[in-house]
Nanobody, 119 residues
């Protein structure tokens, strides 16, 4: 059974930074495509960033230049570095694992971590 556990959320002032981590259990992490999603109250979940098994990345337009997704296959961990945070980035952030690269198949999910950005 694959499990994903996020950490690193919290409360930060606008302009600040946070780094989210997602630890993935199992021995096949390097084969997964990984993604970070977020959902704000009353809004649909949106895909924030993805990283393929080979390392190529993509981003939601509104976070380009501010967020960076990365992975450490030796640690079974994917990260989301968030800089220049804005109040509109406030949401529950969840990581997900896809058992294939694009088109994605988000098979495994973490429980989510709250990010709150104050103005």
């Amino acid at each position: 059974q694959v499990q994903l556990v996020e950490s690193g959320g919290g409360l930060v002032q606008a302009g600040g930074s946070l780094r989210l981590s997602c630890l993935v259990s199992g021995r096949t992490f390097s084969r997964y495509g990984m993604g970070w999603f977020r959902q704000a109250p009353g809004k649909q979940r949106e895909l924030v960033a993805t990283i393929r098994s080979g390392g190529s990345t993509s981003y939601l337009d509104s976070v380009k230049g501010r967020f960076t997704i990365s992975r450490d296959n030796a640690k079974n961990t994917v990260y989301l570095q968030m800089n220049s945070l804005k109040p509109e980035d406030t949401a529950v952030y969840s990581c997900a694992a896809s058992d294939r690269d694009y088109p994605w198949s988000w098979r495994y999910w973490g429980q989510g971590t709250q990010v709150t950005v104050s103005s």
